[in-house]
Structures are given as structure tokens and as C-alpha cells.
């Protein structure tokens, strides 16, 4: 009787295995029934913004969306009201784009935010993830192993890292004990991935009670109509491959023959190493190709792979999600490249100007790195050589590369005669070996910190607008033609 009581258990649970997909076909889980209140706001606050001759411009992206996009920054510098349906998933396409043509009217602006999957998931932590920590380990003063071990979910996990590192008779002082390690273990890992052969999707409808409704086979997925209640959605990233590039083209279109303009960018993108990407994976002249394509079918790509990329530091939590700082920094970018698509948007009138206030606000709430300092002393400086033209109708003067300590121009404490103390309190004494320099014609200037170091590599990795192309130093310029001084 026992055997064939445990001959029947066995046959129960396969035969429940088995079946557990036909049993979830059609069941609902709460699991996202948060996004339904969120969602709600959103178009609340859709329908209460009409925008003005301008237009409005529609956000829509995953998370990275909501953590890397400042609406009331992007407004100020597009001068478009700004409406951010960004949801707390990376859900398809077909869903971000349905919610934005919804509410979109004739002059209104949409902007969506791709995002791109082609390696391998190697764990319940992702290998992307892991990696962010260790950049965070490589970056922060902080005990390295409990950095790294933020990066595994699960206690099994942990459990599992711990046995092998007491199997091999590794510690965690030889292993993290120096950036040097850390790194190379980075290294290591990124070398060893290999691209994913084929994509896996997870086929999810979201229902208008804001839950999840998971149909057994992709093949009834395929079926549903694009106005099924219940919207396709996908909760995994996936390539920009051509089937995604036929529903954005044909969502373009759509919106342009409504009168409303469309373009696609990237998504933030943390820089490991100079054009290596982390969230894209894949080699430059893939996605180059892809953008090519979208080009082709007309969908206008107006903002570079290399005005996504983020350093570290600019990241939150994972390498989706921006904080504070970075996002800051990605809505300049935005605004920016957006300038070149519509003719409405101004862009930043001034970009020393608006860096100058991002510096001052992060300053008042945090301690800045040397850069950031260098960079605000420079940045001040500008600020008040534009109060003196506008007193005096010229720059200052100078004699050839002027500075407190220089070998190209005149050594002088008043190293920009008449700044000080009209128009800036004091200059500013310079960190390094040599000072800061200045130079102007009267029509132009330019200032410039040439000591080399972590400084001028951050502004060169980090904000390469305030790079200068000839020395790879730092600079701040009155306008583009002092660029090759």
C-alpha cells in the first residue's frame, strides 16, 4: 500500500507540473497592482496639461525613465510642459507607445527611451548588476565584500557564495581587498559572457484592474488584437531587433500623421571603460546598424550612443536607475540633442549657465569630488567674465595664458584684471601644480585647467562638453570659436 501510495503522490505532482501552465491561463496575480495607481496619476496629469503653442512633450520609458529623466529640468530647457508616463517595468513597445499616442495631440513632442537585452540572465542577480557593484567597489571607500554581496538576492545565493568560498580557501580580504582585484575579476567576468542565441519572452497582459494575466503559449499572444484590453506587455528587456523596429516605425508613423513629431533614444548607459557600454552589450557597430535601420523606415535618432553614457558614479541601484546627479545630467544631454530634431526647442541657451546651477544645487546638498570643484571654479569664473562684458561691452584682457602660476603668459595675483571684487569675490586658487589660466581677445575667452589628473580624466570620461579637444584638459569657453585657443 505504501508504493502504490507513493507511486500515486508521484504521478500528482507531474501531473500538477505539467498542468500548472493551463492552470495559470487566465489567473491574475497581484503583483502588479501597483503600477495601476500610477498609471492613473499619470493621465491625470496628462489631461490636466494642454500645454501651449509649443506643445507638450510625452516621456515614455521602463524605470530607467523614471529614475533618469527630470521633468521640471527638461521643461525649463525645451520650454515644453513635460509629461512622464514612464512606468516602474520596462514593458514592450506596443504598451509604452499605445499609452503616449492616446493622450498625444497635434504639436505635441514623444519621446521614448529603447532598451536592449542580448546576454545571458546567469542568476536571480544579473550579471549587469554585479557588475555596477563592482564599479561601485572600485569607486567607493566601502567595505568591498559587502558591496559585492548586495548584488545576490537570494539567501541561497549567499549561502552558495560562502560554501565556495570556504571550498577554494579563499577569504574576502585576499579577493576584495584592492581595487586592483575587483577589477580584475570584472575583467574576467565580462570576458567570459557570450551573446545570447535566440530571445526569450515573457508574453504578460496587463488587465484594467492593474494585474497581471498570464496566457499559457506565445501563440495566443500573437492573436490578440492591438485593442485587447488586455495590452501586450513584455517584463524582460529585449534586443532592438527588426521585429521592434517594425512596430516603433509603424507607431512613428501613426503619430506623424497626426502632426505629432516622434524620435527614439537611448536609454542611460553606465560607461565601464572609454566606448565599451554596459546596458547596449553589444559592440558599437551593432547598434550603429540598428540605429541605421530605424533611420531607414524613418524613425529619427537625434541623440548619439555617446551622449548616454554615464559614468559609475551617476548610478543608483542598478544600471537602469540614475540618481539625483545623473539625472540631472542625462536631462541636459536630452534637451540638448533634442534641439537638433525640433525647431521649437531652444535647448539650454547657455550651457555654462545651466552646469554652473546643477554645481551650486548638488554643492548645497552634498560634498563635491575634486573635479566638480575644479569644474564650479571655472564655471563662476564665467559667470562673473559675463557680468563684466555686460558692464564694460568687452572680456578682460589678458597678456597671453595669464595665471597665478603659469609659463605662457603673465604671473599675477589679479590674473584677470578687474574681476575681482565687482563681479566675484576672489579668484579662485587652483588645486594644482599650475594654476588655473585665462585668456581673452576682449571678444572672447577661454579658461582652462591644464594640470593633469583625476580631474581633467573625469571631464574627459564624464562631461566631455567641458573637454579641451587640444590638451585634454579641462575648459570653460565664451563661446565655440575659443575652443582651439
Known sequence: ???????????????????????????????????????????????????????????????????????????????????????????????????????????????????LEAFYRISATTFEQEQALLWRTANYHSDPFDAFLLGWRTNTERLYFLTSERLTRGTREETFSSRQNVMSIWMSARDSMAPKPQEYYSFLHLDSSGSIYIPSAPEKQAASSRNDPRRRVTIRPHRLNEDYIDRVAKASARLKKRGITFVLIPPPLMQYAPGQFNDIKGSRAEVERLYSLLNSKDVSTPCSLDSALLAPERFLDTQYHLNAWGSTQRTIRIAECLQSE????????????????????????????????????????????????????????????????????????????????????????????LSYLYRSDGEHYKLLYHTPGPGTLAIREIIPEFADPARGAMQVVSDPSATSW
Open 342 to 433: 525640433d525647431s521649437s526647442i531652444t535647448g539650454p541657451e547657455d550651457l555654462n549657465k545651466t552646469w554652473l546651477e546643477v554645481l551650486q544645487w548638488k554643492s548645497r546638498r552634498s560634498e563635491l569630488s575634486i573635479w566638480e570643484d575644479q569644474l564650479l571654479d571655472l564655471l563662476e569664473l564665467a559667470s562673473a567674465l559675463e557680468a563684466y562684458h555686460h558692464d564694460h561691452g568687452e572680456y578682460p584682457r589678458s597678456d597671453g595664458w595669464d595665471g597665478q602660476r603659469t609659463k605662457w603668459g603673465t604671473n599675477t595675483e589679479d590674473w584677470v584684471s578687474g574681476l575681482a571684487p565687482d563681479h566675484i569675490d576672489a579668484l579662485p586658487e587652483s588645486p594644482g601644480e
Open 1 to 115: 500500500m505504501r508504493w502504490i501510495a507513493l507511486l500515486l503522490g508521484m504521478l500528482s505532482t507531474i501531473g500538477l507540473v505539467a498542468a500548472l501552465p493551463y492552470l495559470l491561463d487566465g489567473s491574475k496575480t497581484p503583483a502588479a497592482r501597483w503600477l495601476l495607481p500610477v498609471m492613473q496619476v499619470q493621465d491625470t496629469i496628462a489631461a490636466e496639461t494642454s500645454g501651449d503653442e509649443n506643445g507638450r512633450l510625452i516621456f515614455v520609458a521602463g524605470s530607467s525613465g523614471l529614475f533618469g529623466v527630470d521633468g521640471e529640468t527638461l521643461s525649463a530647457l525645451t520650454g515644453r510642459e513635460v509629461i512622464n508616463l514612464s512606468t516602474h517595468a520596462g514593458f514592450s513597445v506596443d504598451f509604452h507607445l499605445d499609452r503616449a499616442e492616446r493622450i498625444a495631440k497635434p504639436g505635441d513632442l514623444v519621446v521614448a527611451a529603447f532598451e
